[in-house]
C-alpha cells in the first residue's frame, strides 16, 4: 500500500510503502474487542468498599434481653437486617485486571492499524517538531493536513516535550511516542498522524 508523504505545508514530498505485514494485516475485531476490555479495566481503580457487620461502628451491646420480651432474639444492633447494619456480600476492594497475551496484543494493534489504513485516516508527515511550546504553531500545522476538529493522534519515534506542551489545550489531540502506542487510543482518535521517523520504529515493534 502507499501512501502520501507530506510536510508541514501539506506539500506532498512522495510517496512512501507502508509495511503490508502492519498495515495489510487481517482485521481481527473480537480480538480488539477484547484488548479494549483488558485496557479498560486495568484503569478501573476497584476500591468501592462496603462495610460488614465487623466493621460498622456500634453493637456492641444486646439490644434486649434474650427471653420474655416478646421480640426476636437479637445480639447486635449492626446486623445487616437492621437499619444502620453491615452490608451482606457488598464490594470490596478488588482488582480487576486481566492479562492478554502479548502476541495477541501485536496482533489487535496491527489489526487497528489496517483499518486506519484501509479507511484512509492516516496522514504521514517528515516530522513534527516544534521549536518551543506553541499551541498557535501545532494549530495551524494541523489546520494545513486538515484535521481541525477531529480527534487526532499524533505519533512520533519519542516524545518532544515542546511538541507535548503545545498541544495541551487542543481539544482531542494527544502525541504518544511508539512505544506507547495502544489499542484504546488507537481506536479513540479519528486521524493518526506518523512521522517517517515513526513509521520506521512501528514496523520494528510490529513487523
Keep these: 500500500m502507499l501512501i502520501s508523504l507530506k510536510n508541514k505545508e501539506n506539500q506532498e514530498k512522495g510517496q512512501v510503502h507502508l509495511n503490508p505485514t502492519v498495515?495489510?494485516?487481517?482485521i481481527a475485531v473480537p480480538l480488539m474487542h477484547q484488548v479494549v476490555k483488558m485496557q479498560l479495566a486495568k484503569r478501573r481503580s476497584g476500591d468501592a468498599c462496603t462495610k460488614t457487620r465487623g466493621e460498622v461502628s456500634g453493637g456492641g451491646k444486646k439490644p434486649w434481653k434474650q427471653k420474655g420480651t416478646g421480640r426476636a432474639r437479637a445480639g447486635s444492633s449492626r446486623s445487616p437486617v437492621w437499619v444502620g447494619g453491615g452490608t451482606i456480600f457488598g464490594p470490596r476492594p478488588r482488582s480487576y485486571d486481566f492479562s492478554v497475551p502479548k502476541q495477541m496484543?501485536?496482533?489487535?494493534?496491527?489489526?487497528?492499524l489496517s483499518v486506519k489504513a484501509k479507511d484512509g485516516q492516516i496522514t504521514l508527515v517528515e516530522e513534527f517538531n516544534v521549536d518551543e511550546p506553541k499551541t498557535k504553531v501545532v494549530a495551524n500545522y494541523l489546520?494545513?493536513?486538515?484535521?481541525?476538529?477531529k480527534k487526532v493522534l499524533i505519533l512520533d519515534q519519542a516524545i518532544n516535550p515542546n511538541l507535548y506542551k503545545s498541544i495541551r489545550n487542543l481539544p482531542n489531540v494527544d502525541v504518544l511516542p511508539v512505544e506507547g502506542l495502544n489499542l484504546y487510543d488507537l481506536l479513540w482518535h479519528e486521524q493518526l498522524v506518523i512521522t517517517q521517523a515513526a513509521l520506521e520504529k512501528i514496523g520494528e515493534r510490529l513487523g
Design 105 to 112: 496484543r501485536k496482533t489487535a494493534l496491527k489489526s487497528a
Design 143 to 149: 489546520k494545513a493536513l486538515g484535521l481541525v476538529g
Design 23 to 26: 498495515f495489510e494485516a487481517e
